[in-house]
């Protein structure tokens, strides 16, 4: 078999292997209810996530991670603010991202 063939078997068997695991839960649970312990942990998994993604990107700098002077930073708490009291993602993304560039701007 040469390579070309292999990689297309590789990435339908992982691609059929990611499809089954993702069904057999959906399949399995789809008509039972979830005990209120795991309900309520799962409320916290999309969270959890996003803080996962959004806290390394704003923290690393080409330096390492670094609190001040840090443009990523001061815009995500600008962000932050701003949703907390408008709850408005519009505003949120213009709000940080007019942050971002005015602090680029301004920060060393």
Same mark, same amino acid.
């Given at each position: 078999?040469?390579?070309?063939?292999?990689? !297309?078997? +590789?990435?339908?068997?992982?691609?059929?292997?990611n499809?089954?695991?993702?069904?057999?839960?959906?399949?399995l649970?789809?008509?039972?209810s979830?005990?209120p312990?795991?309900?309520?942990?799962?409320?916290?998994?999309?969270?959890?996530?996003l803080?996962?993604?959004?806290?390394?990107? +704003?923290?690393?700098?080409?330096?390492?991670? *670094?609190? !001040?002077?840090?443009?990523?930073?001061?815009?995500?708490?600008?962000?932050?603010? +701003?949703?907390?009291?408008?709850?408005?993602?519009g505003?949120?993304?213009?709000?940080?991202?007019?942050?971002? !560039? *005015?602090?680029? *701007?301004?920060?060393?």
């Amino acid at each position: 078999m040469d390579a070309a063939t292999k990689l !297309w078997v +590789v990435i339908a068997l992982v691609g059929a292997t990611n499809y089954l695991a993702r069904l057999s839960f959906i399949a399995l649970l789809a008509r039972r209810s979830l005990p209120p312990l795991a309900a309520r942990a799962l409320r916290y998994v999309a969270v959890a996530m996003l803080t996962a993604l959004v806290v390394p990107a +704003v923290l690393a700098t080409p330096a390492g991670p *670094a609190l !001040w002077p840090n443009p990523k930073l001061v815009a995500a708490l600008v962000a932050g603010a +701003v949703a907390f009291v408008t709850r408005s993602t519009g505003g949120t993304l213009v709000a940080g991202m007019a942050t971002l !560039w *005015a602090a680029q *701007a301004a920060l060393p």
